[in-house]
């Protein structure tokens, strides 16, 4: 059994930041690829930001320059550095993790961007 939980979401004013995070805990030989995906009400879902387990990151467009991705492997942790938010970056968050052969998903943690 593996299992994620997320943390950091808020309300945040426009041109702030906001940290979230993903712990992953349980039965865990090996960790792969970790990533970052949102969903905004009433859109699809979208990958945010990826990094790999020799620490390869890749963003969407929508968020370079301003979003960062890093991992520590050993408290088994991902986490998404938000900078400059817009009203648009509103959204549930949801980490995303590769373990032992097999994906899985945090709940997500909702991060609001307003005045």
């Known amino acids: 059994q593996v299992r994620l939980v997320e943390s950091g979401g808020g309300l945040v004013q426009p041109g702030g930041s906001l940290n979230v995070s993903c712990v992953v805990s349980?039965?865990?030989?090996?960790?792969?690829?970790m990533g970052w995906y949102r969903q905004a009400l009433g859109k699809q879902r979208e990958l945010v930001a990826i990094?790999?387990?020799?620490?390869?990151?890749n963003y969407a467009d929508s968020v370079k320059g301003r979003f960062t991705i890093f991992r520590d492997n050993a408290k088994k942790t991902v986490y998404l550095h938000i900078k400059s938010l817009k009203p648009e970056d509103t959204a549930v968050y949801s980490c995303?993790?590769?373990?032992?052969?097999?994906?899985?998903w945090g709940r997500g943690t909702q991060v609001t961007v307003s005045s």
């Open positions: 995303y993790v590769e373990v032992n052969d097999s994906c899985y």
């Open positions: 349980g039965s865990i030989f090996s960790i792969y690829n």
């Open positions: 990094i790999t387990s020799d620490g390869s990151t």
